[in-house]
């Protein structure tokens, strides 16, 4: 186990894809301008000149490059990076993590899923839960859904609202505005304190998602993934999509955008988010540490001790 503070001299090795902003910029949310996700984000969309098993070497050449930036984020301590993930059901968020993240050092990244808040969590704010699990400096933190929860389901059953904490007055016409605006000022004060964040909408299909629920059904290694609840959401498809276009219309910003990643092939939506996490830490500028030229002279003369011992 390395300390915080160590240097490592090896190189850093680039990313596989060549033109990688070519890549990934037909799937930022720009913001202050409203998309469609019917008809500006198809879910079945893989670049036409990357074939499955190129793609699928590709991330892991890339997966080593992410490794190296980790390392260096780590041993600055200056930036965290905070990776969101939203998506329907099935959509391949835990896949997606697993495969992209499967090269860095645990040491210095923690996942959190979030759940129906219970307990503890109701008795606070919306964005508390999150808050409270945001990644320290040096480190990547990933949710697994998140705040944006409260403004997706609880969208899609307003009754949940009436089941939350809430004084009453506050549950108004006005309510979602004002939580696309607290998560925006949320977002933008992370930022301003170094907290570099990425937010990934994984867009699968409806199509797909049966067919992913079906194989979920039929596969005993995976009926754990799959309950009753699960397809009595799909009935709510549409209600979902509106809420999601609302969501990315109002919140994606300058210094926290959202990604709408097409999500049918696995293997494409993996390469495009471990490209665009490769450029966000390709962007802050790492490097190692230098120590002051005391720390170095003190290294010399430890050196010396060493080579002198037996």
């Known amino acids: 186990m390395t300390d915080k503070h160590s240097h490592n001299d090896s190189s850093l090795n680039p990313f596989p894809i060549k033109k990688l902003d070519d890549l990934i910029r037909p799937f930022i949310v720009p913001p202050g301008q409203k998309i469609s996700l019917a008809k500006d984000h198809d879910p079945a969309y893989k670049a036409h000149y990357l074939k499955k098993s190129e793609a699928e070497s590709e991330l892991q050449e890339g997966i080593e490059a992410l490794a190296k930036y980790q390392d260096m984020l780590y041993a600055q301590d200056t930036y965290a990076l905070l990776i969101i993930f939203q998506a329907m059901d099935a959509a391949g968020k835990d896949s997606t993590i697993k495969h992209v993240m499967s090269g860095i050092n645990p040491q210095g990244c923690q996942v959190h899923s979030f759940k129906v808040p219970a307990g503890e969590e109701l008795d606070h704010d919306y964005l508390w839960r999150c808050s409270r699990a945001l990644p320290e400096r040096g480190e990547i933190g990933i949710f697994n859904r998140s705040n944006y929860e409260e403004i997706l389901v609880?969208?899609?059953?307003?009754?949940?609202?009436?089941?939350?904490?809430?004084?009453?007055?506050?549950?108004?016409?006005?309510?979602?505005?004002?939580?696309?605006?607290?998560?925006?000022?949320?977002?933008?004060?992370?930022?301003s304190n170094g907290t570099i964040i990425l937010k990934f909408f994984l867009n699968v299909s409806k199509e797909e998602q049966k067919k992913r629920f079906l194989e979920r059904i039929e596969l005993p290694e995976k009926n754990w993934k799959f309950s009753v609840n699960d397809a009595r959401e799909r009935t709510f498809w549409h209600d979902y999509m509106v809420a999601y276009e609302e969501m990315f219309n109002h919140t994606s910003t300058e210094w926290a955008p959202w990604y709408v990643i097409p999500a049918d092939h696995k293997w494409f939506t993996r390469l495009v988010v471990a490209g665009i996490i490769y450029a966000q830490l390709k962007a802050l500028n790492l490097n190692y540490p230098k120590v002051s030229e005391a720390k170095h002279q003190e290294l010399l003369q430890a050196k010396e001790m060493l080579e002198s011992q037996k």
């Open 154 to 191: 609880t969208r899609v059953h307003p009754e949940i609202l009436e089941q939350r904490q809430i004084p009453p007055n506050l549950i108004d016409k006005h309510i979602w505005q004002r939580r696309y605006e607290e998560i925006n000022n949320f977002e933008k004060y992370l930022s």
